[in-house]
């Protein structure tokens, strides 16, 4: 994730637009495998981004850390969904 928001920061510094573009692409990126998937992880990614440029500011560490937890904690969602609904 960090080197398209890298890429993207070369185009425009703006932490919102960064935001939709990285999560426009990685949102694109997982509809290659399932269509419903892309659209889903959209707002993860929004989210991600956001709060990594965020946090980046102060601390890679904690930037890298935010966005491992917030992974961590939707991963976490699907398995206890999954596992409820079997």
Do not use: C
Not at 65 to 72: D, E, F, S, T
């Amino acid at each position: 994730m960090i080197p398209i928001i890298y890429l993207i920061k070369k185009v425009t510094a703006n932490i919102l637009y960064v935001s939709i573009i990285s999560a426009l692409f990685w949102g694109g990126l997982h509809s290659l495998q399932a269509p419903l998937w892309g659209i889903g992880v959209f707002t993860l990614f929004f989210l991600m981004t956001m709060a990594y440029q965020y946090w980046d500011t102060h601390s890679r560490g904690h930037a890298l850390l935010v966005v491992m937890m917030i992974h961590a904690l939707n991963n976490a969602t699907v398995v206890i969904l999954g596992a409820l609904e079997s």
